[in-house]
């Protein structure tokens, strides 16, 4: 049986045969791709992959993978804008500094986290 045609093909080769939208406690666009060296440890279900739609875009846009500690950044806050220039990268730290600015933690919370 021949696999059926791409829906699109991004930079580097990643061949997307199926997008999702999100739904219940997945709040982000999903896609399937075809396995790809630049998603190792993701496990191959029914000959494709399911990842987050923004990781791809900017594992493409990067030419690289990404790492566990590497966020894919809305630079407009929109989880539907996946534009590889609205896509940036930010370490878990950077990330956690940007959308958590002005909250107040207590005393037994920054105990633990420092």
Do not use: C
């Amino acid at each position: 049986m021949k696999p059926k045609a791409p829906l699109y093909v991004l930079p580097h080769g990643i061949e997307v045969i199926g997008e999702y939208p999100p739904s219940g406690q997945n709040r982000y666009w999903r896609v399937r791709i075809r396995p790809h060296s630049f998603f190792p440890d993701v496990r191959v279900r029914y000959g494709g992959i399911y990842v987050r739609r923004s990781r791809v875009i900017l594992a493409s846009k990067l030419g690289r993978a990404l790492t566990p500690e590497e966020h894919a950044h809305h630079d407009d806050e929109d989880r539907d804008n996946d534009t590889a220039t609205n896509i940036n990268r930010l370490s878990s730290a950077e990330h956690n500094q940007h959308h958590k600015t002005g909250t107040n933690h207590s005393a037994a919370t920054k105990e633990r986290i420092s």
